[in-house]
């Protein structure tokens, strides 16, 4: 603790678990610090995973949730090491609702209940996303069909189209 406080020099840092869905970058947002100086206070760049707990420059402890928020929503909170499964552009589209996350999106071979892990090439950004549909149809380097919350996620809005990789985090 005393080494965290000595890398936070006078700033304020309190726990914050994870959830489904966040990132460096959005926790970065959250704290009003940068993603380097987030991941050097919570031991560098590595994967965040649902449910594990990282110090927040800035926030207050009254920000914690007291024990983990369990939810449906909520991928493995330790799938097992995987490789990168598929490399090609996301699209994104309304999105099938699923009463466990609104985190979904359409792939044309993963089975239905299937947790991918969809990385930014470009910015590092990354969402897990329950494959729920079928798609994207018509054109081969596209891979996967994001819902809006996904796609806002990962920060592709304003692109339509970026180019992503997949991880498969968990099969039904």
Partial sequence: MLLLCALLGTAQAAPHRVQA??????LSRQAGVSVAELQRVNGGDRLLRAGEVVQLPGSSA????????????????SPSPASVFQRGQAVY????????????A???????????????TRTGR??????????????????????????????MVSEGVAPVTLTVLRRP
């Fill in 21 to 26: 869905g966040e990132t460096w970058w959005s």
């Fill in 62 to 77: 009254a920000d914690i949730p007291a024990r983990p928020v369990l939810r449906a929503s909520v991928a493995p909170a």
């Fill in 93 to 104: 589209y309304g999105g099938r609702r699923d009463a466990r996350t609104v985190m979904t």
């Fill in 106 to 120: 359409a792939h044309l071979t993963l089975p239905f209940g299937t947790w991918v892990r969809v990385t930014h």
């Fill in 126 to 155: 990354s969402v897990d996303v329950l494959i729920n549909d079928r798609g994207p149809f018509g054109n081969s380097a596209r891979v996967i069909d994001l819902s809006d919350e996904a796609a806002a996620a990962l920060g």
